[in-house]
């Protein structure tokens, strides 16, 4: 036999930058669920160190504008941020997937009507849709992880209906079909098992954008409300804490950078940069 | 002294783990002034790297890690990037693969085919766009006075490849390098480009390099062979030297590949057993139909054919002949608008979903990519199992047995069981395709261009493999292929398609001998054969009159070949041409009679399509 | 032509999802039970005035004919009251919408050279040590909340270091006026447009510098100067313009924040205070005339794509 030497099975090695992602990931989402059992204070405390005291051992991230820890404020507002994020992030893409996944494999009427939906919302800034949403609706956390959801909604479906075209134009689908298998067989077994790398970042980067849309709503005073508040509401509340330098207004607006940005730079080294050389 | 000399060259690969990885070395040749020299070997084999080194130039990821690459007196791994600049397209020039990628889709051809004297200031752009059109003429191209005023995109495949050529040639370069230029165009256009680029070249004395896989090809063209494999060399020498006494083993196996051995024809089933499926004025294409019946799109015209338990149809054609549309149409992937098919005598409805699932199990399907035909997520055996469990609805247990005596049948060994489709190699993963298709049981095995894609020797043993296949199980084939050669290898019979239609079919031997329909004869003086000389031979006249693009399907009332017959009468443009029955068992779509026919074309027998020059010397 | 006639069914496809927003934006403002009569005149007032007030305000008719007149007044530059200070929302909306345009030119003017620059140089210089840490930071700066950027530069330069102002007023009379008011609402918007325009645009480049044609050219003899003016950027024109007119789509949303950031007024934070006093017709004419220029824009994005197809330009 002429066939040249069996070639070595590839391991699946996951790199270091990877494991990393990984880790964050967790400890992100652990922040969310544990946050509150870890707080040295309750949220609504006032300790008597005075008002947007700076960093100390005591208060590592000082005092708000009522003197309640700060640390302990993060810690509870980490549910909202991330929770509720993410919450709505997996509405959207569930929503999305499955649309995308149908338009793409029935395409004709199906796909032009769910096609010009998806134009028509994604054609609403969204930060501007929330804003009439919220005039309509109010700012109840359902109201507002909904409107998450349906905002991201046609981003998801156009990614997801593009992966799932491409996936169909390929010979094994007509394999498939050539042996006579069903739609719901070709979609599940061949077409999602082959999507699932590229969703999973498309998941992450629509979580990126979703955290910024809803702390950017609550930094309006369009969000969460008080007594509840999540990092963005945080920032709002401690605004004049800019005239004193004082940690509390930058801390929670630091958290949603040090949130996004690790959430991003691990999408983006999963996404498999080429390293090149210089030629 | 030689023009290039090349000694112990060595290039690396930077992988993504960033170890280096050797691509060739211990490469060294010369080549002197006016020598043609061919590079042979496969995919891998590391041709097309040595071939860039000779410009100083190594692909994203790749280096050159050592040795020498001397063209004239100067030393090309020494040079500056400003004397690469110079090197480049001016001394030594390059024509590449494909045509259609190598010319910017934004700027004119005659911009780029005079940027390289123009931007060194070597001709005023007058002279430069003269001298070009001249170089036009001289490689035959159509129109040469107005075809420079284009874009890329509105010229055809072959004529890019030619005006690739006069982009090189314009600098008067001292060598030029082809790599590969006539892998993607069609034999009938391939004849003519290689007779033009082997008279620009004799006329200018130039040195060149010609890269290919092709030893028919290179037979044609070069002085000296060098065969390469896995980055190293393994024969040099000239031409008729390598073609008829090959030292090494490997060159041997090359050239046994590039002209398979016809198959002992199979003992036939009596001619009165009903045919296992038949196809009858079978027309489908895409887009709506209008009132007449005309389609948007025609693909098929009236096909008509025969298969026969445990014989194998070949069915020849070039792009847009329609081929490939026909296996779909057969496993119904794609609807007929008329005609029918008939399996075992009951008729097959025309869509896979009116299907019954024994109809879908007897007929499957081999595609051509194997890439793009097993899913990259599946291990090989969820792939193998699958159709076990579809069709036979066996249990898990019988499934594994199953599964491994069809690895076996393909010759594959167990190990690959669980890995997955991109770890394998081309010719394993076409084994695996056809595995798939075993699974079935079927009783009909629709190849559609199954070795295309692989090499040449990694081909040839798939068909050793079908054709072994057909004996053990009885299995019929219908083998779809551009190929004369390879068809001709593995089936009794032979169909040719072209513009959609059948042009000839009958037993294989009579579709290539003389009387035959003037495509077949223009398809076959187009194969090119393994001795030198051949394409000297050729009648260049019939040649130039058979120049021009396939026909596109159309359903009118003249035959589809006029444009490009030799043998055209005044019915052929206005009316349908006939059907006949010739005495050597073909059928045949043409206005001529069968005299007439036989008057006008060469006899030529078989044999002499597989000539080994050693068995010519003694 | 075929490209024309391209253009053309893609601005009527634009035309016909404007009409579909408009659609969704009238029923999300008007499905909730209870209209604006409550918003004016308080709870404890007369079932007569009210339904007087009513049927002054035509709040009386059903949905799709008030929706009927909503769009003609729309078209015709007339969208309305304000239910708060009784005003035409047109006489409203115009001075802020003035100011909005000249802050986002603005930040235009800044972004669109700057992410050019860094983006073609990072493709041109592709795996160097100054790629890899632009491709860092942009990718950071995305992430990075508008509100972050604004904070902290209010807390450095205006607080701090006091060069330059915490409130940002639309009045650029003289240079250094423009520089104090300006400059930090257009740093914040710059940054993240910046970021992801010049990542675009490096990838475009990068697509075309990766083709077999470039290559050839290289292997011509073509100096890179050259390689990258003549023959790349010619293809690269058309994905880079799609580039930028996207990003300067998503200006849009930012330039919310900002403005309410640096009490700026601008649309946007006349918007967001209507949101706040639940201002249903100022909230219905700034959100089309938001999504009006955002689709606007993808249009010019869509058509610079067609445009700089060579196959589309010639048959």
């Not at chain 1, 996944?101 to 929330?130: C, E, K, Q």
């Not at chain 3, 659609?23 to 007087?52: C, H, K, M, R, Y």
């Amino acid at each position: 036999m002429s066939d040249s030497a069996i070639s070595a099975p590839r391991r699946r090695r996951v790199s270091a930058a990877g494991q990393a992602g990984i880790a964050l990931v967790l400890a992100w989402v652990a922040l969310a669920v544990f946050g509150p059992y870890l707080a040295p204070y309750r949220a609504g405390d006032v300790v008597n160190v005075g008002v947007f005291a700076p960093m100390s051992a005591a208060h590592p991230f000082g005092t708000d504008y009522l003197g309640r820890d700060m640390l302990s404020r993060i810690l509870y507002g980490a549910r909202y941020t991330v929770g509720v994020a993410m919450v709505a992030t997996v509405l959207a893409c569930m929503g999305g997937i499955g649309l995308g996944i149908l338009s793409a494999v029935r395409r004709g009427w199906t796909d032009s009507v769910l096609g010009r939906a998806a134009d028509a919302l994604i054609s609403i800034p969204h930060l501007m849709f929330a804003l009439v949403v919220v005039a309509a609706f109010g700012t109840s956390l359902p109201v507002l992880i909904l409107m998450a959801a349906i905002s991201y909604v046609p981003g998801s479906y156009r990614f997801a209906r593009a992966l799932a075209l491409d996936i169909n134009a390929m010979d094994f689908i007509e394999v498939a079909r050539a042996r006579g298998e069903r739609s719901a067989y070709v979609v599940w077994a061949e077409i999602l098992p082959n999507m699932i790398v590229p969703l999973l970042t498309d998941f992450g980067l629509r979580f990126v954008f979703v955290v910024l849309l809803l702390s950017g709503l609550s930094f309006l005073g369009l969000g969460i409300q008080p007594p509840n508040a999540d990092w963005g509401a945080l920032v709002r509340e401690n605004i004049t804490g800019i005239y004193e330098a004082a940690p509390a207004v930058l801390v929670p607006a630091v958290a949603i950078a040090v949130l996004t940005i690790s959430v991003t730079l691990l999408i983006d080294g999963f996404s498999g940069r080429a390293r090149t050389t210089v030629r | 002294m030689a023009l290039v000399e090349v000694s112990g060259l060595h290039v690396t690969a930077t992988g993504e783990s960033g170890e280096p990885s050797d691509i060739v070395r211990d490469i060294g040749f010369s080549i002197d002034r006016g020598e043609v020299l061919a590079l042979i070997g496969e995919s891998g084999s590391g041709k097309t790297t040595i071939a860039l080194t000779l410009l100083g130039y190594a692909r994203r990821g790749c280096r050159i890690a050592g040795g020498s690459v001397r063209i004239g007196a100067e030393e090309v791994t020494a040079m500056s990037p400003a004397e690469l600049s110079e090197l480049r397209g001016r001394r030594v020039a390059y024509v590449a693969q494909s045509a259609a990628a190598a010319f910017n889709p934004s700027l004119r051809l005659m911009d780029q085919v005079t940027e390289g004297v123009r931007m060194r200031g070597l001709m005023p752009r007058t002279a430069a766009e003269a001298k070009a059109r001249d170089l036009f003429r001289a490689l035959a191209l159509p129109d040469p006075d107005r075809i420079g005023s284009r874009y890329p995109h509105q010229v055809s495949g072959g004529q890019l490849q030619r005006l690739m050529a006069a982009m090189a040639l314009m600098t008067d370069p001292e060598l030029v390098i082809f790599d590969e230029p006539t892998t993607a165009l069609d034999v009938t256009t391939q004849v003519e480009v290689l007779r033009a680029f082997r008279e620009a070249v004799r006329e200018r004395h130039t040195t060149a390099v010609y890269v290919s896989h092709d030893l028919a090809v290179v037979a044609q063209i070069a002085d000296r062979i060098i065969v390469l494999r896995d980055g190293t060399m393994r024969e040099v020498g000239p031409t008729p030297q390598i073609l008829s006494e090959p030292a090494d083993a490997y060159t041997r196996s090359l050239l046994d590949a590039a002209a398979p051995k016809p198959q002992h024809p199979l003992e036939k089933a009596p001619a009165t057993a009903a045919p296992l499926l038949e196809v009858r004025g079978l027309t489908a294409g895409y887009g709506p139909m209008d009132r007449q019946g005309r389609m948007a799109t025609p693909v098929l015209l009236d096909v008509g054919l025969e298969i026969r338990a445990g014989s194998a149809l070949g069915v020849i054609g070039e792009s847009g002949s329609g081929k490939s549309t026909l296996a779909r149409v057969i496993a119904g992937l794609l609807p007929a608008a008329a005609g029918t098919l008939t399996l075992d005598g009951v008729p097959l409805a025309p869509s896979l979903e009116s299907r019954g699932l024994e109809e879908l199990r007897r007929i499957q399907i081999v595609f051509q990519a194997a890439d793009t035909a097993l899913n990259p997520s599946h291990s090989i055996e969820r792939i193998l199992s699958r159709p076990l469990a579809f069709y036979h609805r066996l249990s898990r247990g019988e499934q594994r047995r199953r599964v491994r005596r069809l690895l076996d049948l393909v010759k594959l060994p167990m190990a690959l069981l669980d890995r997955r489709p991109g770890e394998l190699s081309g010719g394993q993963k076409q084994r695996v395709n056809l595995a798939r298709a075993l699974a079935a049981e079927p009783a009909l095995v629709l190849c559609d261009e199954v070795t295309s894609s692989l090499d040449t020797v990694v081909g040839a043993a798939i068909l050793e493999l079908l054709a072994e296949l057909r004996r053990e199980l009885g299995l019929a084939l219908m083998f779809i292929s551009h190929d004369l050669a390879t068809v001709r290898a593995v089936c009794d019979e032979v169909m040719i398609l072209y513009a959609g239609q059948v042009m000839e079919r009958g037993p294989g031997r009579a579709v290539m001998q003389a009387p035959q329909h003037p495509y077949a004869d223009l398809l076959a003086a187009s194969m090119p054969e393994l001795r030198p000389g051949w394409l000297d031979g050729i009648d260049a006249v019939r040649l130039a009159e058979a120049r021009g693009e396939a026909a596109r399907p159309s359903q009118s009332d003249r035959c589809a070949f006029v444009a490009r017959c030799p043998v055209r009468s005044g019915a052929c443009e206005s009316e349908a041409p006939p059907i006949r029955r010739f005495a050597n068992g073909s059928t045949v779509r043409c206005h001529r009679t069968e005299q007439e026919l036989l008057a006008q074309q060469s006899v030529r027998s078989d044999d002499a399509v597989v000539v080994p020059l050693r068995r010519l010397n003694h | 032509m075929l490209m024309l006639g391209m253009i053309a069914r893609r601005v009527l496809g634009g035309l016909l999802t404007l009409l579909l927003v408009s659609v969704v934006v009238f029923v999300g403002t008007n499905i909730l039970p209870g209209d604006a009569t409550e918003a004016i005149l308080g709870q404890s007032v007369s079932p007569e005035a009210v339904a007087g007030l009513r049927k002054a305000l035509g709040l009386d008719l059903p949905a799709h004919e008030r929706y009927l007149r909503w769009l003609a007044g729309l078209l015709t530059g007339d969208p309305g009251v304000s239910l708060i200070n009784r005003l035409p929302v047109a006489q409203l909306i115009g001075p802020r919408f003035a100011n909005s345009l000249l802050l986002t030119a603005l930040t235009a003017a800044v972004a669109v050279p700057l992410a050019l620059l860094i983006g073609i140089t990072t493709a041109i210089w592709r795996g160097t040590l100054y790629d890899r840490v632009a491709n860092v930071t942009a990718v950071s700066l995305v992430a990075v909340p508008e509100f972050l950027l604004a904070t902290v530069g209010v807390m450095v330069f205006a607080v701090q270091l006091h060069w330059v102002s915490a409130l940002a007023k639309p009045s650029i009379g003289s240079f250094t006026e423009a520089l104090q008011n300006f400059t930090l609402p257009v740093l914040t918007l710059c940054f993240a447009v910046t970021a992801q325009m010049a990542r675009m645009t490096r990838a475009a480049l990068l697509g075309v510098l990766d083709s077999s044609y470039i290559e050839m050219a290289r292997l011509k003899g073509v100096r890179p100067a050259r390689l990258v003016l003549h023959h790349a950027l010619r293809n690269a024109a058309g994905p880079i313009a799609n580039a930028v007119a996207l990003n300067l789509s998503s200006l849009l949303g930012g330039v919310i924040i900002v403005e309410v950031i640096f009490s700026y007024p601008g649309l946007a934070k006349l918007a967001v205070d209507a949101v706040e006093t639940r201002d249903m017709p100022l909230v219905q004419a700034c959100a089309m005339i938001f999504c009006a220029t955002f689709m606007l824009l993808v249009l010019v994005a869509d058509v610079c794509s067609i445009l700089s197809n060579p196959r589309l330009r010639t048959r």
